[in-house]
């Protein structure tokens, strides 16, 4: 087996990629591909944690462009976050991974609170860590969720991982000139105002030197290449170097 490149890995999955091609709720095939990637990281001995959205269920944001009050909408979003991360524990465990879920809002019942100490030492057991609730708090994105929960538990690298190859200077989808960067800076992404991730999510990785890489989760082989340091999708660092 290759040399993995990274030792813990926090992987950013929309909640959109859990959607399938029907785009709303929890398709178990959807859940599956996403699994089989995970599992394969993991069997390379990489800790790997997992922060989920929940844009296939509720998007807080989108509820509250429509007249609700948006700290309630981004709670409900926060509660979709649960179900996928519920979801994506179930499949990942009938895989035979050992997984664990802490929720960032207390529900005892269902899932384990956020405590960092322990969510280290659920990695060093080499168990997937699935965070859910987002922050748990509202007026936070679920990525700038992601990118808290990578520097708390120090991981090398969060990868988002999204319908499309990278980040691109147009929307792809409506746009086939689009051009996709191999890298950018940190700055280049706030600047450019590019789709990467929320503001505050990219200066919290800027503020804190963390490498992102945005890629194609739908490509089945793509987390491993990245794993042993393929160059895939785009690289978000400090300075661009080309
Ligand atoms: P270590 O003892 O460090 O190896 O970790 P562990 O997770 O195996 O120990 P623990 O006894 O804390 O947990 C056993 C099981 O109960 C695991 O599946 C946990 O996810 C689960 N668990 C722990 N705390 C809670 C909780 O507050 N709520 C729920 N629903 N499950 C919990």
């Known amino acids: 087996m290759p ?66 009050e948006r700290s309630s909408a981004d709670y409900m979003g926060m509660l979709a976050t649960v179900l996928n991360a519920l979801a994506l524990q179930n ?19 269902l899932a384990e609170g956020y405590i960092r100490r322990k969510a280290i030492r659920h990695l060093e057991k080499k168990r997937v860590v699935i965070f859910a609730a987002g922050t748990g708090n509202p007026y ?26 990278g980040v691109f200077d147009k929307d792809p989808m409506k746009d086939p000139t689009a051009k996709m960067f191999s890298e950018l800076s940190y700055l280049e992404v706030i600047a450019r105002e590019l789709k990467v991730m929320d503001s505050t999510a990219v200066t919290l990785c800027m503020d804190n030197n963390l490498p992102l890489i945005v890629f194609n989760i739908k490509e089945k082989e793509n987390i491993r290449k990245l794993m042993t340091g393929e160059k895939i999708g785009t690289l978000v660092r400090k300075t661009q170097t080309k």
């Not at 859940?31 to 844009?55: H, L």
């Not at 990578?150 to 991982?161: P, Q, T, Y």
Request: no cysteine.
């Open 3 to 68: 040399e993995a490149k990274y030792h813990r890995v926090l992987l950013k999955v929309s909640g959109e990629v859990l959607a399938g091609d029907g785009g709303f709720g929890i398709r178990p095939a959807a859940i599956n591909a996403i699994a089989e990637q995970i599992k394969e990281v993991a069997s390379m001995g990489i800790e790997t944690a997992v922060v989920i959205g929940g844009g296939n269920i509720f998007r807080g944001i989108a509820g509250s462009a429509e007249g609700m």
């Open 91 to 109: 499949i990942l465990e009938q895989k035979g991974v050992y997984t664990r879920v802490q929720s960032a809002i207390e529900m005892k019942e």
């Open 140 to 165: 936070f994105s679920t990525d700038t969720a992601a990118v808290l929960r990578a520097m708390e538990i120090n991981a090398d690298v969060i990868l988002k991982g999204t319908k499309v190859d």
